[in-house]
């Protein structure tokens, strides 16, 4: 299984909501790592978890906040959004060499916030 | 920030022709990747080439890495519509990171 899943597909939340975005991997990964993408721009990091730690958080707002509950799924919560939140969140994969290696996208979520 | 610059940033050719794609890049990396993503969707990993390695080959994908010169070029031969799409490099560092460039858009007419 070479997949990525993501759910759900598309998220539409108000600013006051308190919503969470889910990644799954069955490919024995032990980096997994979350992305936002706006419109027309490159994916930019959010967040790296290797076995299923923290390592890398890019001055991400307290706004989002993620979670490794075990090496196959990470979680992304999402509570108080700004409207230019709005964009692909993107989940993905790879095997942990010490060196960035390939990296497995899911198809992403959506996120409207309104 | 980002790391890898491509050029051009739009590209239209006739099905069947070559698409060549540059990437440039200013620090020192562990690898280059390349990716494409059709619009809206999940990034597809295409190749990977390590600072050791000048040139690899992936079916129609043909990948050449100059670390002297920090570029790196994608040629797709004998296009085909389906591989309309967005396309961008990205580099491995040192510092556990994949740091995209501002990718390409590639129009591919029937």
């Known amino acids: 299984d070479t997949e990525v899943t993501q759910t759900p597909k598309h998220l539409v939340m108000g600013m006051t909501n308190k919503k969470s975005l889910k990644c799954e991997q069955h490919?024995?990964?032990?980096?997994m790592y979350w992305y936002k993408q706006k419109a027309k721009k490159p994916p930019e990091l959010m967040f790296v978890y290797s076995y299923e730690k923290l390592s890398i958080n890019e001055s991400v707002p307290s706004r989002f906040s993620p979670e490794c509950p075990n090496s196959s799924l990470l979680n992304l919560h999402l509570h108080a959004l700004q409207p230019e939140d709005s964009a692909l969140y993107l989940c993905?994969?790879?095997?942990?060499?010490?060196?960035?290696?390939?990296?497995?996208f899911g198809p992403g979520t959506r996120l409207l916030v309104l | 920030s980002q790391q890898g610059e491509e050029d051009p940033q739009a590209l239209s050719i006739q099905e069947g022709e070559n698409a060549t794609m540059n990437c440039s890049y200013k620090t020192s990396i562990n690898n280059l990747q390349w990716y494409r993503q059709n619009s809206g969707r999940g990034l597809v990993h295409l190749i990977l080439i390590r600072s050791n390695e000048r040139e690899k080959h992936s079916g129609r994908l043909r990948v050449t890495l100059d670390t002297s010169k920090k570029s790196s070029s994608l040629l797709i031969t004998a296009s085909r519509a389906a591989d309309t799409a967005s396309y961008f490099c990205a580099t491995a560092g040192a510092n556990s990171k994949l740091t995209f460039g501002k990718g390409i858009t590639l129009s591919v007419r029937p």
């Open positions: 993905a994969s790879s095997p942990w060499t010490g060196a960035v290696e390939t990296q497995y």
């Open positions: 490919m024995g990964h032990r980096a």
